[in-house]
C-alpha cells in the first residue's frame, strides 16, 4: 500500500515562515519524482515545486527564491520550505508522486501516481 501524509500546514502572519513535510511509503521513494501542488479557495490546483530523484529541482515563478524543495532519503521524506510567505500563498497543499515501472518483456512502462491528502497553509495579512 502506497501512502502519502503531509504536515506542517497552518496559520502564519505575512513575511513569516511555514515548513511542509510529506512522507512517502518506503517501497516507492526512491523511484519517485515528488511535486509539491497548491489549490487556493475558488481556483484550480497548481505546481509550486518539483525534485526529481536525483534531486533537481524547479519552481514556479510565484514562489522562486522564497521556497525551497528538498528530499531527504535516509527518512523518505520531502520537505517544502516557504519563506515570505504573503496572503495570496493561501491555499491547500498538496503532495504528489510519480513514478514509472516496466509492465513487461518489451520494456513498455506505465506511470504511477499517488496524492497525499493536503494540508492547509493560511496566510494572514
Known amino acids: 500500500q502506497v501512502q502519502l501524509v503531509e504536515s506542517g500546514g497552518g496559520l502564519v502572519q505575512s513575511g513569516g515562515s511555514l515548513r511542509l513535510s510529506c512522507v512517502v511509503s518506503?517501497?516507492?521513494?526512491?523511484?519517485?519524482?515528488v511535486d509539491w501542488y497548491r489549490q487556493p479557495p475558488g481556483q484550480e490546483r497548481e505546481l509550486v515545486a518539483h525534485?526529481?530523484?536525483?534531486?533537481?529541482?524547479n519552481y514556479a515563478e510565484s514562489v522562486k527564491g522564497r521556497f525551497t524543495i528538498s528530499r531527504d532519503n535516509a527518512v523518505n521524506t520531502v520537505y517544502l520550505q516557504m519563506n515570505s510567505l504573503k496572503p495570496e500563498d493561501t491555499a491547500v497543499y498538496y503532495c504528489?508522486?510519480?513514478?514509472?515501472?516496466?509492465?513487461?518483456?518489451?520494456?513498455?512502462?506505465?506511470?504511477?501516481?499517488?496524492w497525499g491528502q493536503g494540508t492547509q497553509v493560511t496566510v494572514s495579512s
Open positions: 504528489h508522486a510519480s513514478f514509472s515501472r516496466v509492465i513487461n518483456v518489451e520494456g513498455a512502462t506505465a506511470k504511477r501516481e499517488y
Open positions: 518506503r517501497n516507492i521513494f526512491s523511484d519517485s519524482s
Open positions: 525534485i526529481t530523484t536525483r534531486g533537481n529541482t
